[in-house]
């Protein structure tokens, strides 16, 4: 069974920064590609990033370009997201996922294990 646990979010000002972070077990790590996606209220879940299973590959939203990066631990089954310069419009429910895609992938429908979410607010 494999489990997926999220961390590190909170409350922070606009242009401040917070890393999160995400855990994978259950299975080889290094064999997933991974994505970090958000919901905000009301809206769909969108991907926010994403990096294939070797961290070779990564994919990030136009709206995060520059000020977020993703990155992977696989001796450690983590993978991370660094979000810097936060803007109100980041504010929402931040999933990490994992899945078996080849390659990276900004589709939810590619990953086949979610945690449960960590909030991020940003506020103005």
């Known amino acids: 069974q494999v489990r997926v646990v999220e961390s590190g979010g909170g409350l922070v000002q606009t242009g401040g920064s917070l890393r999160l972070s995400c855990v994978a077990s259950?299975?080889?790590?290094?064999?997933?590609?991974m994505g970090w996606f958000r919901q905000a209220p009301g809206k769909e879940r969108d991907v926010v990033a994403a990096?294939?299973?070797?961290?070779?590959?990564?994919y990030y939203a136009d709206s995060v370009k520059g000020r977020f990066t993703i990155s992977r631990d696989n001796a450690g089954n983590m993978v991370y997201l660094q979000m810097n310069s936060l803007k109100p419009e980041d504010t929402g429910v931040y999933y990490c996922?994992?899945?078996?895609?080849?390659?990276?992938?900004?589709?939810?429908?590619?990953?086949?294990?979610w945690g449960q979410g960590t909030q991020v607010t940003v506020s103005s």
């Open positions: 996922a994992a899945g078996d895609a080849y390659g990276v992938s900004r589709f939810p429908h590619d990953y086949a294990y």
């Open positions: 259950g299975r080889t790590f290094s064999r997933f590609a």
């Open positions: 990096i294939s299973w070797s961290g070779g590959s990564t």
